[in-house]
């Protein structure tokens, strides 16, 4: 696969996409494919030069004490070449949460394909240095900032990613959690209402609860326990949806609601909890890897990539009546899933494509942990809708999609 995207015009060299989270010192250059292909303008102008302030000369590893666990920077003087777009084409886009995992992939996305972008974070479990390799571009803006707070901003289209997503995240502060879904979506929502920008809100599969039924289409309501451990984020999901839907009903907002299934990729954090984060680091560090339950429990596995496409075809667009599952049908048992991973570490562990084991480590192992509470125990979208309405299905395999995933935390934990 060369490319990512549902369409010509809004693809992207994965190259472009994989120089800023698997080599992020390496800084793609003007002769990429997508430069060349972006539009009859200048090669100067579509990528923009930053000026250093500091040379390495004067702050480099022979001069700083216990480099690099004192100070690291990447060496990138230029940033990556975008798009150059008619004004009339441009789009300035908010994107809330666009520090998170799925956030920070998504602005990526949007900047190489030309538009103005507006990043609001409160960092409360997103990170900073997925996007800065941004900082200073004349496309890109970034404000730290709460939705719970009311903001004014001139915008197009609303992106609103901005939830914890992880149990762990999500447990740590229940009351933000249904705050953030509940009064950040109104705002964003207000905020929608007055600019008349076109808003996605991106919910979850979560709000299926443990489903009764399977696979789990639209139509579904839904088996959710509201008022147990995970209620605040499946339950505060559930309200923003109906907030959404108020809104278009009563003020005529455009809406889109993208109900997201199991998604991986690079920029998880390593110690969010989530199933393919927790089984990759732990079979790099050779520790056990810890299934809760007996290992039964399914999930459908999806690619960041993919859902990125997905929420950019949701958006563009015509289909506002009902929520759209963004999911892969590649379902598995959370016992195969750990297997799989273990068998693909071992497997670029032996071709040296990854570092070998640390001193005095063996081979993970997997051990198994009391059932979590409210845990699904089935989960795999209907995606008949997706298919109809936005020509979208999912492209990446997941073992390409998890080879990608543990070439970039093997990078990470070497660091």
Same mark, same amino acid.
């Given at each position: 696969?060369?490319?990512?995207? $549902?369409?010509?015009?809004?693809?992207?060299?994965?190259?472009?996409?994989?120089?800023?989270?698997?080599?992020?010192?390496?800084? %793609?250059?003007?002769?990429?494919?997508?430069? +060349?292909?972006?539009?009859?303008?200048?090669?100067?102008?579509?990528?923009?030069? +930053?000026?250093?302030?500091?040379?390495?000369?004067?702050?480099?590893?022979? #001069?700083?004490?216990?480099?690099?666990?004192?100070?690291?920077?990447?060496?990138?003087?230029?940033?990556? /070449?975008?798009?150059?777009?008619?004004?009339?084409?441009?789009?300035?886009?908010?994107?809330?949460?666009?520090?998170? *995992?799925?956030?920070?992939?998504?602005?990526?996305?949007?900047?190489?394909?030309?538009?103005?972008?507006?990043?609001?974070?409160? *960092?409360?479990?997103?990170?900073?240095?997925?996007?800065?390799?941004?900082?200073?571009?004349?496309?890109?803006?970034?404000?730290?900032?709460?939705?719970?707070?009311?903001?004014?901003?001139?915008?197009?289209?609303?992106?609103?990613?901005?939830?914890?997503?992880?149990?762990?995240?999500?447990?740590? $502060?229940?009351?933000?959690?249904?705050?953030?879904?509940?009064?950040?979506?109104? $705002?964003?929502?207000?905020?929608?209402?007055?600019?008349?920008?076109?808003?996605?809100?991106?919910?979850?599969?979560?709000?299926?609860?443990? /489903?009764?039924?399977?696979?789990? %289409?639209?139509?579904?309501?839904? $088996?959710?326990?509201?008022?147990? %451990?995970?209620?605040?984020?499946?339950?505060?999901?559930?309200?923003?949806?109906?907030?959404?839907?108020?809104?278009?009903?009563?003020?005529?907002?455009?809406?889109?609601?993208?109900?997201?299934?199991?998604?991986?990729?690079?920029?998880?954090?390593?110690?969010?909890?989530?199933?393919?984060?927790?089984?990759?680091?732990?079979?790099?560090?050779?520790?056990?890897?810890?299934?809760?339950?007996?290992?039964?429990?399914?999930?459908?596995?999806?690619?960041?990539?993919?859902?990125?496409?997905?929420?950019?075809?949701?958006?563009?667009?015509?289909?506002?009546?009902?929520?759209?599952?963004?999911?892969?049908?590649?379902?598995? #048992?959370?016992?195969?899933?750990?297997?799989?991973?273990?068998?693909?570490?071992?497997?670029?562990?032996?071709?040296?494509?990854?570092?070998?084991?640390?001193?005095?480590? +063996?081979?993970?192992?997997?051990?198994?942990?009391?059932?979590?509470?409210?845990? /699904?125990?089935?989960?795999? %979208?209907?995606?008949?809708?997706?298919?109809?309405?936005?020509?979208?299905?999912?492209?990446?395999?997941?073992?390409?999609?998890?080879?990608?995933?543990? +070439?970039?935390?093997?990078?990470?934990?070497?660091?």
């Amino acid at each position: 696969m060369t490319e990512v995207g $549902n369409s010509r015009d809004d693809s992207v060299p994965l190259d472009l996409l994989q120089s800023l989270y698997l080599n992020p010192i390496l800084s %793609p250059t003007s002769s990429s494919s997508f430069a +060349r292909s972006a539009a009859p303008a200048p090669a100067s102008a579509s990528t923009h030069t +930053r000026t250093d302030s500091v040379t390495t000369e004067c702050y480099g590893p022979s #001069t700083v004490r216990d480099w690099p666990a004192a100070v690291a920077f990447t060496t990138r003087t230029t940033f990556p /070449p975008v798009k150059k777009l008619a004004p009339q084409q441009r789009k300035r886009i908010l994107v809330t949460g666009g520090a998170g *995992f799925v956030g920070s992939h998504l602005v990526d996305r949007l900047m190489f394909l030309g538009h103005d972008v507006v990043v609001l974070d409160s *960092f409360f479990s997103g990170n900073k240095t997925t996007l800065s390799h941004w900082v200073g571009h004349p496309n890109f803006e970034l404000i730290r900032g709460d939705v719970v707070e009311p903001i004014l901003l001139e915008v197009d289209q609303i992106y609103h990613l901005a939830c914890p997503a992880s149990p762990k995240a999500y447990q740590r $502060n229940a009351v933000k959690t249904l705050k953030t879904s509940f009064i950040g979506t109104q $705002n964003m929502l207000g905020l929608a209402k007055r600019t008349k920008a076109r808003f996605l809100l991106s919910s979850t599969s979560e709000v299926y609860g443990s /489903p009764t039924v399977h696979p789990q %289409p639209e139509t579904y309501w839904g $088996n959710v326990n509201p008022n147990g %451990p995970r209620a605040c984020y499946d339950e505060g999901k559930r309200v923003a949806e109906a907030l959404t839907y108020g809104y278009a009903r009563q003020d005529g907002v455009d809406v889109r609601v993208a109900r997201i299934f199991n998604c991986f990729g690079p920029r998880m954090s390593a110690d969010d909890g989530r199933l393919v984060s927790n089984f990759v680091v732990a079979a790099l560090r050779g520790e056990p890897l810890q299934i809760y339950g007996d290992g039964s429990a399914t999930r459908s596995l999806m690619f960041v990539h993919d859902l990125v496409t997905g929420l950019i075809s949701l958006m563009d667009s015509s289909y506002a009546d009902t929520p759209v599952n963004i999911g892969s049908s590649d379902e598995g #048992t959370v016992l195969s899933w750990a297997e799989a991973i273990l068998s693909l570490v071992r497997d670029l562990r032996a071709a040296g494509q990854i570092s070998p084991l640390p001193a005095g480590k +063996r081979e993970s192992v997997i051990e198994f942990l009391p059932e979590v509470v409210d845990d /699904p125990p089935r989960r795999r %979208p209907d995606t008949t809708l997706a298919r109809e309405t936005i020509a979208w299905e999912p492209k990446w395999t997941v073992q390409a999609g998890l080879e990608e995933t543990i +070439r970039y935390f093997a990078a990470l934990l070497a660091e």
